[in-house]
C-alpha cells in the first residue's frame, strides 16, 4: 500500500473523526458530516493524522485516493471553520431581502423569486445587492449558490444579473449603427 503525492489530514483539536468500513464521519463545533467512501481506500486515524492508502498505484485507485482525501479534508475544513459563497446581484431594481429562512428576489421579472434555506445553509443579506450562502457541507453550499445564480445568470451586454463576487462576465458589444 502506498500514499504517494497526497498528504495526510491534520484534525485540529475538538474534531472527533469515525472511520467505518466505506463511510468517514466528522463532528466538530459546527456540526457533523457523513461522507460514503470507496471501500478501496483505506481511511486511518493515528494521533490526530488521518491519511489515506490505496491499495494498487493504477490510474483509478490514484483517482479515488485524491478524491477520497479532498472529500475528508472538505468535511474537516467544514465542521471547523465552514463555508460560503458570496453572490452579487446586479442590474437596476434587481435586489435580494432575507424572508424568514430563506430569501426573496426581485429580478426583474413579473413575481418574487423565493429559495428556500435547506438543512445545514443559512442565507445572510448583508445589502441589497449582496447575497452570503453559508453552511458546513462545501458541496452544498456551492450547489445551492450556483442554484441561486441559475434565477438569473449575468447577461454579456450590460452585465445584468446574478453573478459570484469574484466572477468576470466576458462583456460583449451590442449592435452598431
Known amino acids: 500500500m502506498s500514499r504517494i503525492g497526497n498528504k495526510p489530514v491534520e484534525i485540529p483539536e475538538g474534531v472527533e473523526v469515525q472511520v467505518e468500513p466505506g463511510r468517514v464521519t466528522v463532528k466538530g463545533p459546527k456540526g457533523e458530516l457523513t461522507q460514503e467512501l470507496s471501500r478501496d481506500m483505506t481511511v486511518k486515524v493515528d494521533d490526530g493524522v488521518l ?24 468535511m474537516v475544513i467544514g465542521v471547523t471553520d465552514g463555508y460560503e459563497k458570496h453572490l452579487e446581484i446586479q442590474g437596476v431594481g434587481y435586489r435580494a431581502q432575507s424572508k424568514g429562512k430563506g430569501i426573496e428576489l426581485a429580478l426583474g421579472f413579473s413575481h418574487p423569486v423565493v429559495v428556500e434555506a435547506p ?3 443559512e442565507f445572510d443579506v ?7 450562502v453559508r453552511g458546513i457541507d462545501k458541496q452544498q453550499v456551492g450547489q445551492i449558490a450556483a442554484d441561486i445564480r441559475d434565477k438569473r445568470p449575468p447577461e454579456p451586454y450590460k452585465g445584468k444579473g446574478i453573478r459570484y463576487r469574484d466572477e468576470r462576465v466576458a462583456r460583449k458589444v451590442g449592435k452598431r449603427v
Request: charged fraction near 25%; aromatic fraction near 0%; avoid cysteine.
Open 51 to 74: 491519511t489515506v492508502e490505496r491499495p494498487t498505484d493504477r490510474g483509478p485507485h490514484r483517482a479515488l485516493h485524491g478524491l477520497t482525501r479532498s472529500l475528508v479534508q472538505n
Open 119 to 121: 438543512e445545514g445553509i
Open 126 to 132: 448583508p445589502e441589497p445587492t449582496a447575497i452570503v
